[in-house]
């Protein structure tokens, strides 16, 4: 047989939302002829569409998709983010911030957090965020694209952005529908399956309809319509490392646009809070092993800066991941393939990279296991680094005032985590792992943040003569004056890319 005679010559995405028009979008634009994408979603049920917050790599997915930067903030809303600023996680009346770029520039064999704590003991250096360009900017509340000269300190950061997620699925739904994808109104009633091979041959609709295909992606949600009820793959439930199960929901008005997100630390969970150009996105992310929905609410509701503008939405959900993301002829993506809470804004990314898996790892007609074993190996490495990071977060948290927060700081982690944090403790020391999302300067943030702070200087420190604290002095001075040649972040959404819906 040919092998054009094996390509995928259909293909039947199950579910809206982000997730699938993301999936439409990508593959709308890269298989330009020769296969018919058919996105299938009722109205009915609805989306979760709360996930409002990004990290840089989807600046990559839309200039891929040839999206304009100004159209898409316009269109959704949407606002721009340096990074992520912690409240009470170390402890209560502890801030730091995860930025998005670098600490500085790279100026020695050396890093430059070994110089920063050299300083520090000796009482001539402050808070690391203060040598952090993204955070000069953002406590400043100023954004402007960084600078394309390297030599300038305008270009140590990086961005992502902050949008209303229903207003991304509708743009990326009319920039497929013009890429031939057909949408198709309707709830999925049944789902067929070879009896030999037990591949998804097609699925049915209430109304009769039924769309065969060669290949599903599953975009179904929590539900995983096709992974998990009709191939019953399983699931790996993470609640004792990461024990958020429960989340309220709330926008209410928009009273600073920050360009960063918040998340503030509560007693059972944490807040996070989210600035668009028309309101303020809110969550309450909890632990219902030690807090009642009712009290969560409560929290909530008295800790936002506007008013409330809808009722506020409960979410339910166990963190973990599917067994396998691809399983016969059926690709999991966004929630059927599993939930890591929206800590580090890693939701939409997800999305993001099981596409470019797919993209990159695309079958025919054979579905070669090698093939399909290659992504999961990729897919479940990835996912569990960011799940390490994640715990990173609770685990290093010396607060002792709640139930949640002792239990974090005393449970057993993952080896591969105990592995960073034992390396950094001793000597500063970053260790990257493979398919590690999250780059050293976000593990530098939260190690530090946290105060989990090195025992000991590397030992090539002893053999450096780098005056450290006057370089920090002159770092943290040119930083603070580059960020007041910025725009506010007001001016420049008003400048750029104002939204007029």
Not at 267 to 291: D, Y
Not at 366 to 394: M, T
Request: some cysteine; aromatic content about 12%.
């Amino acid at each position: 047989m040919k092998q054009s005679e094996l390509n995928i010559r259909s293909i039947v995405i199950v579910g809206g939302g982000t997730a699938g028009w993301m999936t439409a979008a990508a593959l709308s634009n890269a298989l330009q002829h020769g296969c018919s994408i058919t996105l299938v979603e009722s109205e009915e049920i609805g989306t979760i569409g709360v996930g409002e917050a990004t990290i840089p790599p989807i600046r990559l997915f839309n200039k891929t998709l040839g999206i304009d930067e100004n159209e898409f903030v316009r269109s959704t809303k949407g606002s721009f983010k340096l990074g992520i600023q912690f409240v009470d996680w170390a402890r209560l009346g502890h801030t730091y911030f995860h930025p998005f770029g670098t600490y500085g520039r790279q100026f020695d064999i050396v890093q430059i957090h070994q110089f920063w704590q050299q300083a520090l003991e000796q009482g001539q250096a402050s808070s690391l965020d203060d040598y952090c360009m993204a955070w000069a900017a953002a406590t400043a509340g100023r954004f402007a694209p960084p600078s394309t000269d390297s030599h300038n300190v305008l270009s140590t950061y990086e961005y992502a952005y902050h949008f209303d997620a229903s207003l991304y699925a509708a743009f990326l739904r009319q920039y497929s529908e013009q890429r031939r994808v057909t949408r198709l109104e309707g709830k999925i009633t049944s789902v067929s399956q070879s009896s030999r091979s037990g591949f998804i041959e097609s699925v049915q609709l209430e109304d009769g309809r039924r769309l065969a295909a060669d290949l599903f992606i599953d975009c179904s949600g929590f539900r995983g319509l096709l992974i998990e009820e009709a191939l019953n793959t399983g699931y790996q439930d993470w609640t004792h490392w990461l024990p958020c199960d429960r989340a309220w929901a709330v926008p209410c008005t928009l009273s600073e646009l920050t360009p960063y997100t918040r998340s503030t630390a509560r007693e059972a969970g944490w807040q996070w809070r989210i600035p668009l150009q028309h309101r303020t996105g809110n969550g309450h992310v909890f632990c219902s092993k030690f807090m009642n929905d009712e009290d969560a609410l409560e929290i909530l509701l008295a800790n936002l800066d506007g008013e409330v503008l809808a009722e506020p939405r409960m979410l339910r959900f166990a963190t973990g991941r599917r067994n396998l993301f691809w399983n016969k002829n059926v690709i999991a993506i966004g929630l059927s393939s599993g939930f890591l809470e929206p800590l580090e804004s890693t939701s939409i990314h997800l999305i993001q990279a099981g596409i470019a898996k797919l993209l990159a790892l695309f079958p025919d007609r054979n579905f070669d296991p090698a093939v399909i074993k290659e992504y999961n190996r990729i897919a479940i490495s990835e996912v569990e680094r960011i799940r390490d990071f994640l715990i990173l977060h609770y685990h290093l948290t010396k607060r002792e005032d709640s139930e949640l927060w002792r239990y974090c700081a005393s449970m057993e982690i993952p080896d591969t985590l105990q592995y960073k944090i034992d390396h950094f403790r001793r000597y500063g020391r970053l260790l990257a792992a493979e398919m590690d999302l999250f780059g050293n300067a976000s593990w530098l943030a939260v190690h530090v943040g946290q105060f989990n702070l090195p025992q000991r200087q590397d030992p090539l420190m002893h053999y450096r003569t780098i005056d450290a604290a006057s370089w920090l002095q002159k770092l943290r001075e040119a930083m603070t004056a580059a960020a007041q040649q910025l725009p506010t972040h007001q001016q420049y959404i008003d400048r750029y890319c104002k939204t007029t819906i």
